[in-house]
């Protein structure tokens, strides 16, 4: 039977019993304080510690963030229920197999995405019992959003000690996989066998996370999905842009910094939506994300990785067929210009048409790859459930060994400059 308590180096854990005996989850784990009050925009710090055995028997609160309406495409697909939402956010989630603390089983870190602004890390889709029954541990965390995780403004830099702010939810990122580095050990995990792996801007954090000189040596592998290519940001959006993006966030509110760095949560949140709609006209701007500010984020991911300043390690990525809708073509070429040494890369385009005359949309691959069908409201056939199998055999496989390639299945070929071979993924 899958272990029930941990000890982490903060105190003693309890998880409850997955589906069924082979596994077990601990869920709300904290891996940072809360980021409330003098926190609330700083980098995270380690969490208090605590005496006897904390429950970690349910999720917690999501992040500050934009709700999905009734209705909207997203909001049925992943999303009925959002709420808790607070700030104190700063949790993880740890599905594992391991029966002691020797196994040193492989380890993937799930990193949601949301356009920076939405998601967590246990939306319906997301569950770990696949990789459990595979042999290995998923973790999921949450991460500050929007106005909490990647607000910046001139009077935050000066207050910080090395002259930036924004890229708070970076920084949380990095402070999970510290944490995860340094306790995993005791859910069974094997810290130097880590993987990180996300989805659309959970996609773009990872890029963000191998260019970031923060983040050395904390990631082993890393599996890049509907990140928009390597241009993932969109081009260089510098501390100096969120800076005065920030300024007019405040200018608009008719408040001073003193009284609008002191309002609720809520109000903050609902004074950048009001400003964000006005400057931009009710467009969907994302002005919330990553900037690249010379500590997180030396330069843009895409052109650090042009230049060969990223973690030499193994890479997988790739996009679903819907995603040309949001950024265009993917170039092959796109991806040559990943300069990775002897490292292997391997890259895959979803071309799989979805049940529901949806097609392949963007975020359509995650019921497949956490092999969550049966939670999807979609008449999915034994050919959605024939592929789902495949693709997690896929990504557990890249976990272990650095190669997807597993079993009978398909050959799934290396991605080289003389062989730039896209594979193809489809029921």
């Given at each position: 039977m899958a272990l029930l308590t941990a000890n982490t180096k903060f105190g003693a854990v309890s998880g409850v019993p997955g589906g069924y005996t082979g596994y077990s989850v601990f869920k709300g784990i904290p891996y940072a304080?809360?980021?409330?009050?003098?926190?609330?925009?700083?980098?995270?710090?380690?969490?208090?510690?605590?005496?006897?055995?904390?429950?970690?028997?349910?999720?917690?609160?999501?992040?500050i963030q934009n709700k999905q309406n009734p209705g909207d495409f997203y909001q049925k697909e992943f999303f009925p229920v959002q709420e808790p939402m607070s700030e104190d956010c700063l949790y993880l989630n740890v599905w594992t197999p391991a029966?002691?603390?020797?196994?040193?089983?492989?380890?993937?870190v799930w990193i949601h995405g949301g356009a920076f602004i939405a998601g967590f890390g246990h939306e319906m889709e997301f569950d770990g019992e696949a990789f459990c029954k595979r042999g290995v541990i998923l973790v999921t965390?949450?991460?500050r959003l929007?106005?909490?995780?990647?607000?910046?403004?001139?009077?935050?830099?000066?207050?910080?000690?090395?002259?930036?702010?924004?890229?708070?939810?970076?920084?949380?990122?990095?402070?999970?996989?510290?944490?995860?580095k340094e306790n995993i050990k005791a859910f069974g995990g094997d810290a130097d066998n880590l993987t990180v792996f996300g989805q659309s801007a959970g996609g773009g954090s990872v890029i963000s996370l191998c260019t970031?000189?923060?983040?050395?040596?904390?990631i082993n592998k890393a599996i890049i999905q509907s990140a928009g290519g390597i241009k993932t940001l969109g081009g260089l959006f510098t501390?100096?842009?969120?800076?005065?993006?920030?300024?007019?966030?405040?200018?608009?509110?008719?408040?001073?910094?003193?009284?609008?760095?002191?309002?609720?949560?809520?109000?903050?949140?609902?004074?950048?939506?009001?400003?964000?709609?006005?400057?931009?006209?009710?467009?969907?701007?994302?002005?919330?994300?990553?900037?690249?500010?010379?500590?997180?984020?030396?330069?843009?991911?895409?052109?650090?990785?042009?230049?060969?300043?990223?973690?030499?390690?193994?890479?997988?990525?790739?996009w679903v067929s819907g995603d040309?809708?949001?950024?265009?073509?993917?170039?092959?070429?796109?991806?040559?210009?990943?300069?990775?040494?002897?490292?292997?890369?391997?890259?895959?385009?979803?071309?799989?048409?979805?049940?529901?005359?949806?097609?392949a949309f963007h975020s359509s691959e995650l019921w497949y790859i956490f092999a969550t069908l049966q939670r999807c409201w979609r008449p999915m056939r034994g050919k959605d459930y024939?592929?789902?199998?495949?693709?997690?055999?896929?990504?557990?496989?890249?976990?272990?060994?650095?190669?997807?390639?597993?079993?009978?299945?398909?050959?799934w070929p290396e991605y080289t400059t003389q062989k730039p071979q896209v594979f193809a993924l489809k029921g």
């Open positions: 304080a809360p980021p409330i009050n003098e926190l609330r925009w700083a980098a995270p710090v380690d969490s208090a510690s605590w005496d006897g055995v904390r429950a970690c028997d349910k999720f917690s609160a999501t992040a029966e002691s603390d020797t196994e040193k089983l492989p380890v993937m965390i949450n991460y929007g106005c909490m995780g990647y607000f910046a403004h001139p009077e935050l830099s000066k207050q910080n000690e090395k002259g930036v702010s924004g890229n708070y939810g970076l920084l949380d990122q990095i402070q999970a996989l510290k944490w995860v970031s000189p923060l983040a050395e040596g904390l501390l100096k842009d969120a800076e005065e993006f920030g300024s007019r966030v405040v200018e608009h509110s008719g408040l001073s910094w003193e009284e609008f760095s002191t309002l609720s949560a809520d109000e903050v949140f609902t004074k950048v939506s009001a400003a964000t709609a006005a400057m931009f006209e009710g467009k969907f701007i994302l002005r919330l994300l990553p900037c690249m500010d010379g500590y997180v984020l030396p330069d843009d991911p895409g052109a650090a990785i042009e230049s060969g300043k990223h973690h030499a390690i193994p890479y997988m990525a790739g040309e809708n949001f950024f265009g073509d993917h170039s092959n070429i796109d991806w040559l210009k990943l300069k990775n040494g002897d490292n292997p890369v391997y890259i895959y385009r979803f071309d799989h048409d979805v049940p529901g005359n949806d097609g024939d592929l789902s199998l495949r693709m997690t055999d896929y990504w557990t496989s890249f976990a272990k060994t650095a190669n997807p390639n597993c079993g009978d299945w398909e050959v």
